[in-house]
């Protein structure tokens, strides 16, 4: 035997999962085969493989409902803090809106209270009577 | 002075009118910078409003950008620790399955205990 297949063979010993490395088979026996029963005949690796399968399924499960649980929890958490971004931006709008209608008001009511001082029919029977008055008297004056 | 009353005299209508005239231009002048002001009113209100909105919608946008870019990596790194659990899960079932299959070759009773406990099969000799 050469040194190289002594190698192989010694790599096989050392790590005989090597030798399990198949997908798994199984066969279908009637009844009246050398079983009391008609039955399904898996070998040790789809066996050991269902049972693995069994044994991990539950926490499989737990673990992807946890991940989509999660994913839905993210999805969720950024509608509402989108929403939460457009309510205070919209009160701030909102405060914008007040407040500038407010100081323009405020500053058309100081226009409006300016205006009210100067009472124009007041000023005109006021103007046309100091015309009357200066005339009158100049007129008064200049006959002595 | 006499000069002057007499001219007075003479003209008290004219400058009645004139002082009349006078009166009601600067009213209208008055009441024509009252409209110019309330309309300058008008328009610095609207423009600071314009502004200030404007500001308001850019940073919404930018905080909805910032709230998406957050979600983002969240979401990536869940996926990263979601795969890094299914790729490890993968190892320890083959190992397991590696395991299982040296049991059914070094101890069989304890593979029949495993098959029966889990499927709650019954094992016929």
Same mark, same amino acid.
């Given at each position: 035997m050469s040194m190289l297949s002594k190698l192989l063979f010694l790599i096989c010993l050392v790590y005989p999962t090597n030798a399990h490395a198949g997908e798994g088979r199984f066969t279908l026996i009637p009844k009246?085969? !050398?079983? !009391?029963f008609e039955a399904t005949c898996f070998d040790t690796e789809a066996t050991a493989k269902l049972l693995t399968w069994k044994e991990f399924l539950k926490e499989e499960e737990r673990k992807q409902c946890d991940f989509e649980k999660r994913n839905i929890s993210l999805d969720y958490d950024l509608v509402i803090e989108n929403i939460q971004i457009t309510l205070d931006e919209t009160k701030v709008r909102y405060q914008i809106e007040i407040d500038t209608r407010d100081k323009e008001l405020e500053e058309l009511r100081d226009i409006i209270k300016k205006n009210k001082k100067l009472n124009i029919p007041v000023v005109v029977a006021t103007s046309v009577a100091v015309g009357f008055g200066i005339g009158f008297g100049t007129y008064h004056f200049a006959s002595k | 002075m006499e000069t002057l009353l007499s001219i007075l005299g003479k003209y008290w209508k004219e400058i009645a009118i004139a002082c009349l005239l006078f009166a009601v231009s600067f009213l209208w002048w008055q009441d024509h910078k009252s409209l110019v002001n309330a309309y300058d009113a008008s328009v610095e209100s609207y423009e600071v409003r314009i502004k200030e909105l404007k500001e308001s919608y850019k940073r919404e946008t930018e905080r909805k950008e910032e709230a998406l870019e957050e979600y983002k990596e969240k979401v990536e790194a869940l996926e990263d620790e979601y795969s890094e659990y299914r790729n490890s899960i993968v190892e320890i079932k083959a190992e397991r399955v590696n395991e299982l299959v040296r049991l059914r070759q070094e101890n069989p009773q304890q593979l029949i205990s495993e098959i029966e406990e889990n499927f709650h099969f019954e094992y016929v000799e």
């Open positions: 009246g085969a !050398p079983v !009391p | -």
